[in-house]
């Protein structure tokens, strides 16, 4: 069965936050990107690493990116980065366009599951 969005989002909300790009990479080689909008974790950087997850595995897919994912409140107003300090431009210019334009910055190679 392929997961939901929902599914990531519940995952993430019960994992500690250093799990959340394993758990995204995951998902975007499994995941299904046209369920309904999951709810809201109330989790700030989990609702943006979902919505960007399920807005790059459609891209990827060749799908259109389901329209939740750009609600206000599935993106970050502060720059969400978890690698260290002295990787930050690198994971910048090497970020997919859909994670950073829901303030979420980490490099493609990073995003691959294992």
């Known amino acids: 069965m392929t997961p939901a969005a929902q599914e990531l989002a519940d995952a993430l909300a019960s994992e500690p936050e250093t799990m959340y790009v394993r758990l995204a990479a995951h998902w975007l080689t499994h995941g299904d990107p046209t369920g309904p909008a999951p709810t809201l974790t109330g989790i700030r950087v989990a609702d ?15 799908l259109p990116v389901p329209a939740w994912t750009n609600e206000p409140q599935r993106t970050l107003e502060r720059i969400w980065h978890p690698g260290p300090p002295q990787l930050f431009g690198y994971s910048l210019a090497h970020a997919p366009a859909e994670l950073k334009a829901r303030g979420i910055v980490v490099e493609a190679d990073s995003l691959v599951s294992v």
């Not at 943006?48 to 060749?62: E, I, P, S, Y």
């Open 48 to 62: 943006a690493l979902v919505a960007a997850t399920v807005a790059l595995r459609a891209q990827r897919v060749g």
